[in-house]
């Protein structure tokens, strides 16, 4: 039996005899997200690009649990555990399924590049929805309760965590692939560092994303500074740039002339995996004298080993058996609606709160999010098979009249694109008029905040340019509230 495939040595140990057995060409593929097979060697294709920031996202049907914010609204470790717990189980579910079909597709692997620890420090940032928040204690402690959950504690990782997006990355989304964080040495210990330290030391998280920013002068994804912080930190997992930062090299930080230049920068300083392109390039790279085999083979050697954790070089593991009945199943989600009941935050009440039944015998419900799937899906999300809005919910639990009106688009100024501006509301006004109390649900959704590229944002590219409602939704409130 080949080393590689004894599992009675250490994945160490089978990492290095299976990447001894590959040829230079056959180790430089395996440092891409999309790594092909390698049929002499019984290694079947990996993508290593999976996600799981509330649930298996991007993959179908799962569990959707509260968008990470919502998640720490519950400051629930033990929750946010059980959570992470689910997911995994899905994971392997969906993944179970996929490898018995030979689907060796995007989201259908075991490294999810979840969760994001990164510092919310600005409420305009789009992707601060993914975060825990500002608190770089609560962040850690809920980090490593999921991280710990997501991988448990068994013979094998039963889906890898990845910690992200290492470091200082805490917007703007629009100059993300040219930004210079210049971060005191204070802050970083202070603020932006401490989650990732507990991630790798307390829950031994699996994988490390690097952003897209530089940090005080350095693309973190080569980042010498930050690579010694993980060595310090005792890290043994494997090293992800962000999807296509390393092109930022040489296109938006310009520390680089070429994309042979930058990937063999990012290599050489310790980034084993590519999302992205570039490293197509290492054998140019190779060839020019920028990067030695053995910085491949040390990569390849990480990336084998996080492999071999999982169990994929095995017949077998103590997953195989989970099946896809797991995915979205009755368990999870009383799982999610405990989640979404604890992480609701009443703000004000003056009283008004519970509704009394016996007087109340309508309801308007009104505004752009109260039927609004989307409001409900963050980003970063997998499909429920049971959506369930806020006028459906309503509606269910409430046996009197409903009136509903959607009011406004979500930012347009007209819901009609023949109508005049504020088209919507009239009729929202009709059905206060007609209601004993009014559930009005603005805000936003995932089609205007969130990442560069997933928005139709595009004027601020996912971050929101104040902290106001859009001005459709302002006038919906105010002719709302005028009728007392």
Known sequence: MEKYRDPGLSAQQRAEDIVSRMTTEEKASQLRHNAPAIERLGLPAYNWWNEALHGVARAGKATVFPQAIGLAATFDTGLINSAAKAIATEARAKYNQSSRHGDRDIYKGLTMWSPNINIFRDPRWGRGQETYGECPYLTSRLGVAFVKGLQGDGKYIKAAACAKHFAGHSGPESTRHQFDAKISQKDLNETYLPAFEALVKEARVEGVMGAYNRLNGEPACASGYLMGKLKEWGFDGYFVSDCWAIRDFHMGHMVTATMTESAAM?????????????????????????????????????????????????????????????????????????????????????????????????????GPNASNIEALRGNYYGTSDNFITFLEGIRSAFDGRIYYSEGCHLYKDRLQPLGMPNDGISEAVTAAEHSDAVVLCVGLDATIEGEEGDTNNAFSSGDKKDLFLPESQRILVERVLAVG
């Open 266 to 366: 990012a290599l050489k300083a310790g980034c084993d995996l590519n999302c992205g392109n570039a490293y197509l390039s290492l054998l140019i790279a190779l060839r020019e004298g920028l990067i030695s085999e053995e910085d491949i083979t040390k990569a390849a050697v990480r990336l084998m080993r996080t492999r071999a954790r999982l169990g994929l070089f095995d017949e077998s593991t103590e997953f195989d058996g989970i099946g896809y009945d797991a995915v979205g199943c009755g368990e999870h989600k009383r799982l999610a609606l405990e989640c979404a009941r604890k992480s609701m935050v009443l703000l004000k009440n003056n009283g008004i709160l519970p509704l009394d039944r016996k007087s109340i015998r309508s309801i308007g419900v009104i």
